[in-house]
Structures are given as structure tokens and as C-alpha cells.
């Protein structure tokens, strides 16, 4: 009996043409031999002008010689003239032969680099199981290469014809087997399914933000307590857009600058102001004297949203009570945090909606401010993640809240969870549910500063070389801006950096570099993700729990692929986690 893969294939059963392909399977399954494998609903990427397409096949037959036959079946009528076989898809009309001879030209590409400079071979065969063709050389097919409704029974005899005796190439099948047997390999080229896998993942995560609105609690408060790659944004973003539609005042409140700005930039608002938060423990907060002269955000008029953070929110109150801020005192967060607190929080400030996001970053004390501006029907939120903990803070303590947990990570590749599970030791795994089981992450070690330049290097150019384009990768240091030997850099061999400067224009935006390669630190990052990541100046000098939270907060902002450019003993023990 061959192998069909993927294996699920019995449970997709379906009225119409899938039936027929079903069928197709148990017939393959039944006539072919063990030693040969059924690849079915193949998908990779096609270049066509400037964009890039998914061509697919039904079936990849691979025997353990390395040679591939592809089958292609058309259910139904087609038409058939004395020219041309052809078959009528999404309203065109479509030539066998012409389809062939793309599909054919198009998987040789794909494969050429797999090859290792062996030989490949590659052959075709056009299975009609409702059709009887009148004429074979209507196809465009060779003789033996088209089997038709009279001669279903013969399908796998057909298979086997177009495969001669050779020895076998385990070397060669091997990664074959590797690029067949994942649709969102990333071999092939993953560009080209950056923006579906985005796509699945939003679809996927939908499952969270349409139960979580569905809770009815008396006062109407919800802690959500979520894994990395849940959907907690697009709830946030669900809840917003919703308040929004009702003409309602809401408030979205989190620690991280950078994620309040990709908050507003995702409901097309122009973000806040200052002040500009520190990012790092080891940062000295306030230290550019120039951002206490800069005014707050030009934003659209639309004063029923509101995003801040935290102490941007304590910011504004003060400058609402007619108090100045200043952003070159040492103390300056601690101050306008105990000055907010001190503030009474008038009627004009109460909101229908109120989000806390990034709730594990936040103190007792910041949640009891906030809290004043929700009245006894105003629909409270807390979205939290206590593995992302990276200011090691107590758990806030919220009395009679109704609580959702979910440890289902939509996001990231199966294989980066499978490792992050051997890592970090959550108490309840996390559980892989992604459209993307991706290549296992790779490790690069390094022993000083030149090794760390050129590992990281290297790992861009895996990266490029694996299909991703620049604006798909981000750099993230594990170091934080402060102590980092990277982000002070302009560049990184060929690649301009575009990092943050640490300054914010006139309009309260995040000044960067120019450049074509984005690199940010963890803590800046957290809460926002990129196709390809590569970590980099991952050094621990103690596997403690800080140190296992910082690196999960790393790993899962990969939603394709994860590189780690780690000090060599730190890299040792991520490879050993790998399996």
C-alpha cells in the first residue's frame, strides 16, 4: 500500500469533484506499491509579472528513485476538438497542453536547486475519471500519458508504466519528500506565502475574538489570558472597531510604545505623542532633553477613540490639569504615575469600552487609575500573557472578573512551538495550531563580537536565499538598545539598517534610519510579529525564568521562520532543544 500524505485525506470527505479526488487517493493507496509516496493538493509559488501565483497539482507520485510523475485530474465534462483537449476554470477556458507545459516548467525551477546536481526527472499523466477522450492526440499528450473513464481500473497500472527500473536515490527523495510534504514549505519560495499564511492565521485566531465577545458578565469585566499568537490583537482590534460603529467613547491602554503605534496605524489613526517610554530596565528614562519640548500628535479628529500608554495616558491628565511634565527628571514615569493617581477622573472621562492590553506589564496601582475611568456598565477588558512577563511584576489582582484561558497559538510554525515547549516548560504546553508546520529553527553560535557580526550576517542571507524578501525579516537583539553591539550600527554587510533612533518627530512618530532591513530590540517588539525573524545576541548567563520568558517573547514573533544567532553555549542548548 503507497503512503498518502497528508495523511488526514479519509476525513475530507466532500460532494462533487472532491469525492472523485478521494477516490482517486484509495485507488492510489490500494495499487501502488509501500515503497512510494501520494502527495495530494500540492501547492507552490509561480513568478507572473510582478506578482507572484500558486500553481497546484492534484496528485505528486514519488518513487524511491527520485522521479516524480504528476497527475492531473479533470472531473466532469471538458471540451474536447480536433485541436485541443481543454476544461472550462473560473469562467476560462483552459488548454491541457498549454496547463502542462507551465506546470512542468514551473515545478523543474522549484526543484532544480533540491537536485544537488543529480539528475531529475519529472513526467506527467492526464487522469479524465468522467470523460472518454475520442482522440488521445487531442491532449497534446504523449501515448500512455492519458487515462480516461474507460480505463479507471487501469489508473495505477498507468502510474507504474511511466516509472522504469532505477536504482534508488534516498538522498534525492529525501528532500523531495521534505518539499512535497508541507503545502507552506518554505523552501520553494516563501514569499509567495507570506501574505496567505497571514491570512489563515487571521481566519484561524477569529475563533477567540468571536467566543470572547460572547461572554455575559455582570459587571461586564473579562480577563482574557492568552499565549503569543492567540488573536488578542484582533480582539483588541474587533472591540475597537465595534465601539467605533456604535459612536461610543473607548479607551485602549498598553505598556509598549511601539505596539500603541501599530494599534493606531491599524485603525488608521495617527498615534500619540509623548512620552516616549523606555523600552529597556537598563535605560535611563527621559534621557533626550529634546522630547520634553515636543507637543503631542496631530491625530484625525476622532475623539471617541482613544489609544495611549500607560503613562502617556497620565501624560495627557496632566496637561489636561494645566501641569507640565518633566521628561529629564530620572523619576519622570514614577512622578506623572502618582500625579494621575492623585488626579480625580471627571464624568468627561468616563469611556463605554475599556482594553488594558499587555495587562502582565502592568502594576496594581496603574490598573486602580485606569479603573476610574469605567462606569458600572462600561465593558472592561484585561488581555494578558503571564509567559511575556519581562518585567518580572505581580499579577494584578482583579476581584470578580470573569476569566478566559487559552494556551492555542494560531501564529507561530508547529516546529518553533515544539521548541519553545522544550525551552520555556510551561506548565500546559502550548498548543501548535497554525497553518504553518515551517523547517525546524536554525541555530547559529557565535564566541565574540566579530563572530556575532558575521553569524548574523549569514543569517540574513539563509533567509533571502530561503525566499523571504527584506521587508519580511526582522532583526530582533535580545540585548535591548541600551546594551546592544548591533543596533547602534548603520549597516550589516550589504543591508542599511532601519532602526529606531530613540527620537520622535514633531508629530509624535517614531524617528528611524533609512534603511532595508528593519533591526528593533525584544522589548520593543513584543506584541507585533514579522514573517522571518532572526534573533541575534542571545546570551544567557542563567537559564532562569526571566531568561526562558525573554526568549519566548522572542520566538513567537515568527509567524514562517526563526533564525537564532546565540553565544556559543547559549546556542548548545537551543540546539539540543531543537529534536
Known amino acids: 500500500m503507497a503512503r498518502i500524505l497528508p495523511e488526514d485525506w479519509r476525513h475530507q470527505v466532500e460532494p462533487g469533484t472532491r469525492t472523485r479526488l478521494l477516490e482517486t487517493l484509495q485507488r492510489f493507496e490500494a495499487g501502488l506499491p509501500e515503497s512510494f509516496t501520494v502527495f495530494h493538493g500540492v501547492h507552490w509559488s509561480r513568478p507572473h509579472t510582478t506578482i507572484a501565483q500558486l500553481a497546484d497539482v492534484d496528485f505528486v507520485v514519488l518513487a524511491p528513485s527520485g522521479r516524480l510523475l504528476l497527475v492531473e485530474q479533470k472531473a466532469g465534462l471538458l471540451d474536447e476538438s480536433d485541436q485541443t483537449l481543454s476544461k472550462r476554470r473560473h469562467g476560462q477556458r483552459v488548454r491541457i497542453s498549454v496547463h502542462v507545459g507551465q506546470v512542468l516548467t514551473d515545478l523543474g525551477r522549484r526543484l532544480a536547486p533540491l537536485a544537488h546536481h543529480e539528475s531529475l526527472a519529472i513526467d506527467y499523466l492526464l487522469y479524465c475519471p468522467d470523460f472518454r477522450v475520442r482522440e488521445a492526440s487531442t491532449s497534446g499528450l504523449p501515448p500512455g500519458h492519458v487515462v480516461d473513464a474507460g480505463g479507471r481500473d487501469r489508473l495505477c497500472a498507468a502510474v507504474l508504466s511511466l516509472f522504469p527500473e532505477e536504482a534508488a536515490r534516498p538522498g534525492l527523495a529525501h528532500r523531495l519528500h521534505r518539499f512535497f510534504a508541507n503545502e507552506l514549505e518554505l523552501v520553494p519560495d516563501a514569499g509567495a506565502i507570506v501574505g496567505r499564511a497571514n491570512e489563515l492565521f487571521i481566519r484561524l485566531a477569529d475563533g477567540l475574538v468571536t467566543w470572547a465577545r460572547r461572554f455575559e458578565t455582570d459587571p461586564p469585566r473579562l480577563r482574557v489570558s492568552a499565549t503569543a499568537g492567540s488573536g488578542k490583537t484582533q480582539l483588541a482590534l474587533a472591540l475597537l472597531d465595534a465601539a467605533r460603529a456604535r459612536g461610543e467613547r473607548a479607551l485602549y491602554v498598553c505598556f509598549n510604545r511601539p505596539l500603541a503605534d501599530h494599534m493606531s496605524r491599524m485603525l488608521d489613526l495617527e498615534p500619540e505623542g509623548l512620552p516616549a517610554e523606555r523600552e529597556d530596565p537598563s535605560e535611563t528614562p527621559g534621557a533626550d532633553p529634546r522630547q520634553a519640548a515636543l507637543p503631542l500628535a496631530t491625530r484625525r479628529v476622532e475623539p471617541s477613540l482613544r489609544l495611549h500608554t500607560y503613562h502617556q495616558w497620565c ?75 519581562l518585567y518580572q511584576r505581580d499579577p494584578v489582582v ?41 523547517l525546524p529553527p536554525e541555530v547559529l553560535g557565535y564566541e565574540d563580537e566579530e563572530g556575532l557580526v558575521t553569524r548574523t550576517k549569514a543569517a540574513v542571507a539563509l533567509a533571502l536565499r530561503e525566499g523571504f524578501r527584506r521587508e519580511d525579516i526582522v532583526v530582533i537583539t535580545m540585548a535591548g538598545r541600551a546594551r546592544s553591539a548591533l543596533l547602534g550600527r548603520d549597516r550589516l554587510g550589504p543591508h542599511r539598517l532601519q532602526r529606531f533612533t530613540g527620537r520622535y518627530d514633531s508629530h509624535g512618530h517614531p524617528v528611524f534610519t533609512q534603511g532595508d532591513l528593519l533591526m528593533d530590540s525584544v522589548y520593543r517588539f513584543k506584541g507585533q510579529s514579522a514573517p522571518c525573524v532572526i534573533l541575534t545576541e542571545v546570551a544567557f548567563e542563567q537559564w532562569d525564568e526571566q531568561a526562558r520568558r525573554k526568549l519566548f517573547v522572542g520566538m513567537t514573533r515568527a509567524s514562517l521562520h526563526l533564525l537564532i544567532v546565540a553565544e556559543t553555549a547559549t546556542a548548545t542548548r537551543l540546539q539540543t532543544a531543537i529534536g
Open 398 to 438: 482583579l476581584q470578580g472578573w470573569a476569566r478566559l484561558h487559552t494556551e492555542t497559538n494560531f501564529r507561530s510554525p508547529h516546529a518553533v512551538v515544539a521548541m519553545i515547549n522544550r525551552l520555556v516548560e510551561p506548565d500546559t504546553p502550548i498548543l501548535a495550531a497554525g497553518p504553518v508546520v515551517g
Open 315 to 389: 501624560a495627557q491628565r496632566l496637561r489636561n490639569a494645566g501641569e507640565t511634565v518633566d521628561f529629564t527628571s530620572q523619576d519622570v514615569y514614577r512622578r506623572m504615575a502618582e500625579r494621575s493617581q492623585a488626579l480625580p477622573v471627571g464624568g468627561d472621562q468616563r469611556v463605554d469600552c475599556l482594553i488594558i492590553d499587555e495587562g502582565q506589564d502592568f502594576e496594581q496601582a496603574w490598573y486602580e487609575d485606569l479603573i476610574r475611568a469605567a462606569g458600572p456598565d462600561t465593558r472592561v477588558w484585561w488581555l494578558e500573557d503571564p509567559l511575556q512577563n
